[in-house]
């Protein structure tokens, strides 16, 4: 129930920012700022970070260090090849992508923690009033 609640949250973080790309126009904006590329790196890894995470549940301790490993291996290859050209931003736009997922979740279990243990202690206390 925990995972499904934090999902349906991501869901409505990605819904949020594709109608700002294709509503109001973010789209042709981050065009004009040449971030486009940008925004698909960090999308990308976002998502990468999410899916595999919710396939595989591997901690994101594990996860994080592999997918930072796995763009830095991306563009370290991209520079060997002669029609492709390798460029650190991209890295650090997937790492930042792969970091926001991260800390999304992060937050989110902390949320649920704290919810979880104000809830048990209402319970506690209600249950001392009637017996006490």
């Known amino acids: 129930m925990v995972f499904s609640a934090f999902f ?13 790309l ?17 925004a698909a790196h960090f999308l990308s890894f976002f998502l990468l970070n999410g899916i595999i995470f919710g396939l595989l549940r591997l901690q994101q301790i594990v996860l994080l260090p592999g997918l930072v490993a796995y ?15 390798a460029q650190w931003h991209d890295f650090y736009a997937d790492v930042a992508g792969c970091l926001t997922f991260t800390l999304i979740y992060v937050a989110f279990t902390k ?10 202690q209402a319970v506690l206390a209600a249950l001392e009033r009637s017996n006490g």
């Open 8 to 20: 349906s949250t991501l869901v409505v973080i990605l819904g949020g920012a594709f109608a700002y």
């Open 22 to 38: 294709f509503w109001f126009d973010g789209m042709q904006a981050l065009h004009q700022l040449n971030l486009l590329d940008k």
């Open 71 to 85: 763009a830095a291996l991306t563009e370290l290859g991209q520079g060997l090849l002669d029609f492709r050209a």
């Open 111 to 120: 949320l649920i923690q704290q919810y979880r243990m104000i809830r048990k």
